[in-house]
Each structure stands twice: as C-alpha cells, then as structure tokens.
C-alpha cells in the first residue's frame, strides 16, 4: 500500500517518514510532495490509496488537491495535516470526502490510529462487494434521520420509523437500544484564540464522534450551535461499551478538545432507550445539558444531575405565558419577563447560566405552544431577524428581552395566520405539483409547510376529499400517461422518471387508477383506441 506525504515544510516530512512504522502498517512505498501541483501529479501517476496533504501549501491548497483527485474518479483515503487557523474549508472537506484531519503539532500515536482507520477502509473499498455506497453519503443519511427522530419529526410510532429505517438501509432499527450523550460547550476562549467559527464546530463535532462512537465521520452526531455555546446530541449504540467505559470516553473527549481546540464540553450520558422513544427522551437530557452547560469538563449521568441544579430553577411561570399568549397582553408578558431578568441580576449566583436557563425555558413554552396549534417554532427561529435576536439573546439581559418579545410578537402574527389562513392547502398542493417526481412523504410536506404531519393529512383529506399519497399518486399516473405518449421509453424509466423506485408497485397503482397495466394502455391509445 502506497502512501503519499504533501506539505511545504521538508522537515515535517520527514519527521513523519522516519517515526512510521511502515512494516506494521504494511506501507511499501511512500511518495513525496513539497506543493499542491506536484501532489496531484504523483497521485495521477502513482495511485497511493493513502495520502497526508497539508491544506496551506504553494501554487494550491490541500483542499484543491482534494477536489482535483475526486473529480477525476480517485477515491483514495485522504487526511488533512493542518494548523487549525488555515482549515477554512470544513464543509468542503466533508463534501469530497476527507477521512480525517491531524492538527500540527503531529501527535504519532494519533496519526498511527488514523493511517490505521484509512488503511483499513482502503481494503474494504477494494473489494467493491463489500461496499455499496460513498461513505460520505450513507453518513449523511444516518445523520438526517436521526436528527428527524431526534426533532419529532416522525414521531414515537416504533413501526413508522421501522419503516422509514429500512428503507434507507442504515442497519438499525427502531427497537435498537442507544445511550444518547449530550455535550454542550463555550466556545469563547477559542475564538478568542482565533479558531474560526465553522472550523470550531466541525472540529468539535468529529471529535465527539470519534471518540463516544469509534466511528471517523459524522453519522451519531447532531449539532447545533449558537453564538457562544455549540451542542451536540451523539448516539451511541448500547452494545458499543458499557456505561463506565462511556462515562471514561466522555472524559476523555473533554480532555482531548481542551487541549486540541481549547473548549472543555460538559457532558450528561442518558440511560439506554430504544430509538424511537427518542424525541421524548433526548430534549429532557439536552435541556439538563444546558442548564448545567457551564459546568466545563464535568461528565455526569442524566439520573444523578436532578439535584446539581441548585438555584438554577427557572423563575418562569410556564402557565401564565400561555395564557398571556392567549389573551393577547404584550404588556404583561414584558413586565413579567423583565422581573425575572431583574430577579436574576439581584440574585446571588451564576447570572449567565440563569439568563441561559430563560432563554431556553422561553423557547420551550413558545415551542409547545406553536406544536399544539399545529405549527413549528422552525418558522420563526428561521426568519434572519429572530435568529440574530436568537443568537444574542444570552448577552445580556437587554438582549434576553428583546428576544422575548419579539419571540411573543411573531408567535401571535403565526397564530393570526393560521386563523385567517386559507391557502396552507394551495400551498401543499403547489408543493407536491413542483416535486411529485422525488421521494417526497407526508412529513416532508409537512416540514414545508411548518405543520404537524397529522394536522396535514386531516385537513388535506377534508378540503380535498382525498389523502396525500392518492394525490401524489394522481400527479404521477397523470405524467406517466404523457410520457407513455410522448416517448418510447422502457416502463421502468417511465417509473423512475416520476417518482416510483419499484416498477411493481407503479403497475399496481397505474392499473388501479387506468384499469390497466402501462403496456396495455400504451398499446390501446397508440393504436387508435383511446375514445
């Protein structure tokens, strides 16, 4: 196995030839590069199936030799040697698929541990048998769905989820036990170090991942980052390891991203649940996480924080928001808030973390009120002026009350809509009209639209007088008929082409709908029989 080392300092190349014990790792040959051009000549020429590329080297970057060779059909496994403050393509990185990412100063036992993993995946990737899909993809895919199991979006029902598990082939299912690790740490002292914000969160991100799950990628981890704090909500499945091997892990990534990355996370490990009960699980770990977010480095189980809190109980009344959201009283909605902001600056204690606390607690009480009226908080975080307020909400107190009116002003103009609302369906429709052709369900639709999915199906159903998969199917029968006519092309095609990935079941319901298979129906109006 060849293996491939590009960086502009000499010494750092050699340094790494002369520590690696290429008999062990059963590297025979490696090749050298001083700058990016010279690398991608080699690696046309040579083939490595392991390549070490600085990102900041002469005439193009690491990231364009990255680029370079996947455009050009070569999969081979790619790191990144980087001093973080260059690393300014992350998202890029992912995109062409890097297998990870050493920072300089080179630790040897981590880079031994990662050429390892990448040799290892070499040799799967040459036994094409063995593998069906870019890794890159199918951790994408991983990721997506949980985060839909994770935010609700399909619900707790275990055979729903079965379903939508199977068919994305991800290998687990909706009974699989999992502890759920969330991880919330202040990025401040990085950014002040001057880590770039994107940079950050993938480095944060990968090295949760790595080391709670053994896994290089970013499949069990969901983030979500604010503008001081970044979370992450990592599934680990239960038969990876043991609680207190967990509980070590956790202490181990707190240590390696202080010292890496210059953030100490706080973690709180979840007891075993089975996949689908997560969306009722995982918001009571993640809101405990945030409560105790400034607690850096401590690693706790989610059953022994109940009494960590202290005074850090919420003075908010969740009942009376509701009910000033329901009698439309702005007035008294802002004096309240601002007595408890001035209930937390007079009070002895961690004011931040309190400040944390409401702004949490606010979004949850406007969340479920939003939920129960069949509408989605998404809609409004989403809006480029609340995600700013969003952002700088934990500020100051100034700052938490600008927030929390504005969050109770759009609330109001959401709920106002719904009432008045009589094109959420002409929506939906347009919708379905635009995207018929894709894999599109009830939930996505319902996304779109910031509804619930059930609220979707019973008002589509009742001002359409049929369900959403017959309309759906309606569209796609209607445009498999013109395709029958206006081309030659194979039935399975046809199928594909309008959204069907089984042909069978596109002949099930063509027959239904037509009376007929596709063939007959081609037959008949070609030769004359339509009526």
């Known amino acids: 196995m060849k293996l491939l080392i590009c960086d502009d300092d000499i010494s750092t190349v050699d340094v790494i030839q002369n520590q690696l014990n290429c008999q062990e790792l059963g590297i025979t040959k490696i090749l050298r590069a001083y700058n990016g051009e010279a690398a991608k000549t080699i690696i046309m020429e040579e083939s490595p199936e392991l390549i070490l590329c600085d990102i900041g080297m002469p005439k193009c970057s690491g990231i364009e030799v990255l680029r370079h060779i996947r455009e050009h059909g070569n999969d081979s496994q790619f790191a990144f040697l980087t001093c973080y403050e260059s690393f300014e393509f992350a998202r890029e990185a992912i995109r062409y698929g890097v297998s990870n990412y050493l920072s300089k100063p080179i630790d ?46 399909l619900g707790t029902n275990r055979e729903r989820i079965d379903g939508v598990l199977r068919r994305n082939r991800v290998g687990f299912n909706a009974d699989s036990l999992w502890r759920v690790v969330c991880s919330s740490a202040d990025m401040t002292p990085a950014l002040k170090d001057g880590w770039r914000r994107e940079l950050l969160v993938f480095s944060f991100t990968r090295l949760v991942e790595e080391v709670l799950t053994d896994h290089i990628g970013a499949a069990y981890t969901i983030v979500n ?57 995982v918001p009571q770990i993640d809101a405990r996480c945030r409560k105790l977010r400034l607690k850096s480095g401590a690693v706790y189980l989610m059953r022994e924080t109940e009494n960590l809190e202290g005074n850090m109980t919420s003075p908010l009344d969740d009942q009376e928001v509701i009910l000033l959201i329901k009698t439309r009283n702005r007035e008294k909605f802002t004096d309240m808030v601002t007595m408890v902001l001035d209930k937390i600056t007079h009070t002895q204690g961690d004011s931040d973390s309190m400040i944390a606390m409401l702004h949490h607690d606010l979004q949850q009480v406007f969340s479920n009120c939003l939920r129960d009226n069949h509408l989605s908080i998404r809609s409004i975080l989403e809006d480029e002026q609340m995600r700013i307020l969003d952002t700088n909400a934990t500020r100051s107190s100034e700052d938490m009350l600008l927030f929390a009116q504005a969050l109770y002003d759009k609330t109001l103009e959401k709920l106002q809509e719904l ?9 939906v429709k347009k919708y379905i009209q635009e995207n018929f052709r894709e894999d599109i369900d009830r939930d ?8 619930t999915p059930n609220y979707l199906s019973k008002r589509f159903r009742t001002e359409m007088g049929l369900n959403l998969r017959e309309y759906i199917n309606q569209l796609r029968i209607e445009e498999a008929k013109r395709l029958l006519l206006s081309t030659n092309d194979a039935v399975s095609e046809i199928a594909s082409k309008v959204g069907y990935a089984n042909i069978s079941y596109f002949s099930t319901v063509f027959r239904k709908q037509c009376g007929m298979s596709p063939i007959d129906w081609r037959n008949k109006m070609t030769s004359g029989g339509a009526k």
């Open 225 to 281: 980052m604010g503008d001081r704090f970044v979370r992450t909500t990592c599934y680990v499945a239960k038969d990876n390891c043991t609680e207190a091997e967990l509980l070590q892990k956790c202490r181990k990534m707190a240590q390696l991203c202080e010292m890496n990355i210059n953030v100490t996370p706080v973690s709180i490990v979840g007891d075993p649940i089975a996949l689908y009960q997560s969306s009722d699980v």
């Open 108 to 153: 040897f036992e981590e880079l031994n541990a990662a050429l390892h993993r990448m040799i290892q995946t070499a040799k799967a990737k040459s036994q094409p048998w063995k593998m069906t899909e870019d890794e890159g993809l199918v951790d994408s895919r991983i990721n997506n769905i949980l985060r839909q199991i994770n935010n609700g979006f």
């Open 419 to 427: 009432a008045d609302s009589t094109d959420i369906i002409a929506s």
């Open 444 to 451: 996505t639709i319902a996304a779109m639209a910031y509804i």
